[in-house]
């Protein structure tokens, strides 16, 4: 009944919208194999050979998101896209537009030496370098490879999860926040067999070593580095009907601290307290990560069903009014701004099944976001901000493949947050949102 009644508003606009947009021309997406933003495996490289070959070993790929998005209220924040604007609550707007160019080049047995990926993002809102690395495979064993550059971190399932390819909008809000842009600049060392004979060839060790601010930054701002790791067990067939894939991750970072104010949570007052020491200053805040995702597909003779789960848990050092990794040196008022120090945790979960075939697909979403585990309710009131506040989501959508080329989505989300002392968050705001997007690729 609850959702019925959250949906009401959303039906009596969208229904001339949805009618719209069905006539329009729409989008390009291919359902693909899950591949994560950096993955090149040795299928995936066979497959470019001839392509590269054709055009002297350089690929050329892309893709565009046009999309309208409908929000219960003006001006609400929003994780699918972005803040609206303070008198809009309904939007046109391309949310993607990807120029990616590849360069590979290959042994005599066609197993891949050198690889070079630049891709670039251009939108309404200005032009931005999205991937600028290169990676260098070891020839002799067929097992090691070295990634420099602009790249995804390794870390979790959906951080790495390929825009074109996600079956909803956007990574969920824990993601966003932690990692934004979900990429870094470092260089990274990767173990994957790539002989089908080698006995570890479902087995694959990334580790990382990265500046920390992520390509939101202009510059790294301090010599601490995070070092980033995660082992990966790929799409090992547990049973002939069931493919299991999954991974644990670790993040060992933090950023200097350039102020000696430095905020806890109190166990005792359930309040923050702060450390005022002069020793504070230059070292290192802590930003410590540790998750595990699995993913499950089962196929049948009209598609695939799909479970994935994934947890995070950890620390995290931002400000007093948001839990966003900081991209530049923290500062209120022409003063460096104290830290905050919080535990948190979060997790997603997926459901995606075909519907009669491959071009039709429902998929269901929960995740939520608890950026302070250490008090909630309505214990949060003076001293914090909505920075504390636990966030679930539930997210429901259709897919469909027109063609190789062209997948439109219709997804609606439903944020409900928790209920506090916070004037604005004494009850469930209403932030209720729909997508429709068109997605095209090539």
């Known amino acids: ?13 969208s229904k001339g919208i949805l009618s719209l947009l069905l006539c329009l021309s729409v989008a390009k997406s291919v359902a693909q194999d899950h591949g994560a933003l950096t993955d090149i495996d040795t299928t995936t490289a066979r497959k470019l050979i001839s392509t590269l070959k054709k055009y002297e070993y350089i690929g050329i790929s892309g893709y565009i998101q046009p999309q309208f998005q409908w929000i219960q209220t003006k001006g609400a924040k929003n994780f699918n896209g972005g803040d609206f604007q303070p008198n809009a609550s309904n939007r046109f707007m391309m949310r993607r537009g990807r120029i990616r160019f590849d360069y590979a080049r290959f042994t005599k047995e066609n197993n891949p030496k ?30 090691f490879y070295l990634t420099t550059g602009m790249f995804a971190r390794p870390f979790g399932f959906e951080v790495g999860y390929g825009s074109p390819d996600r079956e909803s909008p956007e990574r969920g809000r824990m993601s966003q926040i932690l990692m934004k842009v979900e990429r870094d600049f470092g260089f990274m060392g990767t173990f994957e067999p790539r002989l089908k004979t080698n006995f570890l060839k479902y087995i694959k060790l990334d580790v990382g070593l990265f ?32 493919i299991v894939s999954g991974s644990v991750s670790g993040f060992w970072g933090g950023m200097e601290q350039f102020t000696n104010q430095i905020y806890t949570m109190n166990n005792a007052t359930r309040r923050f307290s702060v450390d005022s020491s002069a020793s504070n200053v230059g070292k290192i805040a802590p930003r410590k990560y540790f998750g595990a995702d699995i993913q ?129 968050y004494n009850k469930d705001i209403r932030d209720n949102n729909f997508t429709c997007r068109v997605q095209y690729r090539f």
């Open 211 to 242: 500046n920390g601010q992520g390509v939101n930054s202009v510059a790294d701002f301090d010599n601490h580095k995070d070092l980033i790791s995660r082992l990966s067990v790929k799409h090992f067939n547990l049973a002939p009907k069931l």
């Open 296 to 424: 499950i597909r089962i196929p049948n003779r009209v598609g695939e069903t799909e479970f994935r789960a994934e947890y995070i848990r950890g620390l995290q050092t931002a400000l007093h009014n948001t839990t966003e990794t900081p991209a530049v040196i923290p500062m209120e008022n022409g003063k460096l701004a104290p830290l905050y120090i919080r535990t948190f945790d979060g997790a997603y979960f997926y459901y995606l099944q075909h519907l009669g075939s491959k071009k039709h697909q429902l998929v269901l979403k929960y995740d939520w976001y608890d950026p302070n585990k250490k008090v909630k309710g309505n214990e949060i009131g003076q001293g914090f901000t909505a920075a504390d506040i636990r966030f679930n989501t539930f997210g429901m959508g259709y897919l469909t493949y027109l063609n190789e080329n062209i997948r439109l989505m219709f997804w609606y989300e439903m944020p409900q947050n928790e209920k506090t002392a916070l004037a604005d």
């Open 1 to 13: 009944m609850l959702l019925l009644t959250n949906m009401k508003p959303f039906l009596k606009f």
């Open 114 to 143: 050198l690889y070079f990926i630049f891709q670039f993002d251009g939108t309404e809102r200005g032009i931005f370098i999205r991937d600028f690395w290169g990676r260098i495979y070891d020839t002799k064993f067929n097992t």
